[in-house]
């Protein structure tokens, strides 16, 4: 086990380049077996997420070979096996996009349940009623295994009962090779939906409307191979735009699309910042005051839920008192406790937080208790005074790719050690 010191109370400036789109690349790089070809997929993050699924697609009978640190060519004509390679499945929740690509290809998929974040109940109700909907039958088989299977798949009208981006973008990979149009209604609608739409037709899908909440899909006989370069990641974005805010600091966030980051560039000026948008930059300006906020997280194009633990970091020490809420998951509020390890006065009821801003926060050992908690943990740390000790850190490195390297030529102090075997056990 490993964790992180941050040592809190440095200005953080100069320019940082974010990398590609962490849930983009969950998805497209699975959506390669749907085309029997050779796709070459540029931009992709070098985070541990990513590395699982190309070990998985291998795993699958995929031909990988990373052409340059963020260039990989998949040859997926040699993918042989409907199973979703169990080990990494149950650790990685976005593996449920292998059941819809091995649904298009094999007519059939089986997958164990999917693993990731814990923040509350996660089904996937809605992506077994859009494989429904297209005619795939489904069962929980011994051990914990989905089964999904179908004679044929026909396309159909799917209303999903609430907005999800996991459900629109499964039932979309399945839905490519389907006889017929699918229409699939309520969508969400999030930069990574329209960037998965785009590269499978650039494999020869006809897919019309990601973007808006009605997504048209007419299905096709085959795919055939594609180069592709997945977008920036936003929320990587985001999280360097709050730390130019949490340390009073000035920050050049570059390779991004700004109309992406809107709804968080909006908050940031809310709370103190001045924001100049360029072509593929942003600039971060902080004059060192936080002032409180009233945030609630909304699917896209409102404020994203994996920026809310971030911003709740930021606003421990604003001005006042702020009021997050948070509408799209359960219990994401679970890192706060570690929050008031360092001194933060939050009261949480349900899935509203109230945030007293205090005048410091102090270093002190915390967990990442998931991905965006543990950026959240770093921010937090950033602010405080003394030094801030990180456990589980392996979250924080599945969505932030170099995060140590980026941040320390930002200003940043901070490094990476081995917990020692006594920190262990007590940790355990």
């Not at 410091?360 to 950033?382: E, H, N, W, Y």
Request: charged fraction near 20%; include cysteine.
């Amino acid at each position: 086990m490993e964790k992180f010191l941050v040592e809190g109370g440095h200005r953080l400036s100069g320019e940082v380049t974010i990398s590609g789109a962490k849930n983009a690349a969950v998805a497209i790089l699975p959506a390669t077996i749907l085309c029997e070809d050779v796709c070459v997929i540029e931009n992709i993050p070098n985070i541990s997420d990513v590395t699982i699924i190309l070990q998985m697609l291998q795993d699958m009978g995929a031909s990988v070979r990373l052409v340059n640190k963020t260039t990989v060519e998949i040859d997926t004509r040699g993918v042989f096996t409907n199973m979703v390679p169990a080990e990494q499945a149950r650790h990685f929740r976005a593996s449920y996009y292998f059941l819809g690509v091995l649904l298009g290809r094999f007519k059939e998929a089986r997958s164990p349940l999917p693993g990731g974040c814990d923040f509350g109940d996660r089904p996937i109700d809605q992506h077994l009623k859009g494989f429904s909907a297209l005619g795939a039958e489904h069962e929980i088989e011994h051990g914990g295994i989905i089964r999904v299977a179908a004679d044929r798949l026909i396309g159909n009208q799917i209303y999903f009962d609430v907005v999800s981006v996991g459900a629109t973008m499964n039932v979309m990979l399945a839905a490519v090779k389907a006889e017929g149009m699918t229409i699939l209604e309520n969508c969400a609608r999030e930069p990574h939906i329209v960037d998965l739409a785009n590269f499978l037709n650039s494999m020869g899908a006809d897919i019309r409307g990601a973007g808006t909440d009605v997504i048209k899909i007419r299905g096709v006989k085959e795919l055939h191979g594609a180069n592709y370069s997945i977008i920036p990641d936003q929320i990587e974005a985001g999280t360097y735009m709050v730390m130019a805010a949490a340390t009073g600091g000035d920050i050049l966030v570059k390779n991004i699309i700004p109309k992406h980051l809107e709804s968080i560039s909006q908050k940031l000026e809310l709370v103190g910042c001045n924001i100049t948008e360029y072509d593929e930059a942003v600039r971060v300006v902080s004059s060192g005051i936080i002032r409180k906020a009233n945030i609630k997280t909304m699917p896209h194009p409102g404020f994203p839920t994996d920026m809310q633990p971030q911003i709740t970091a930021l606003l421990c020490m604003a001005d006042g008192t702020s009021i997050v809420t948070e509408s799209v998951w359960d219990h994401r509020f679970k890192y706060v406790d570690e929050l008031r390890r360092m001194g933060a006065d939050i009261v949480v009821d349900g899935k509203v937080a109230v945030i007293e801003g205090v005048e410091s926060l102090k270093g002190a050992p915390v967990k990442a208790t998931d991905l965006r908690a543990g950026a959240a943990m770093v921010i937090a740390g950033l602010m405080a005074e003394g030094v801030t000790e990180i456990e589980d850190v392996r979250h924080i490195e599945r969505g932030y790719e170099n995060i140590l390297f980026k941040m320390s030529m930002l200003g940043a102090r901070i490094k990476k050690m081995e917990m020692l075997p006594q920190q262990v056990v007590t940790a355990l």
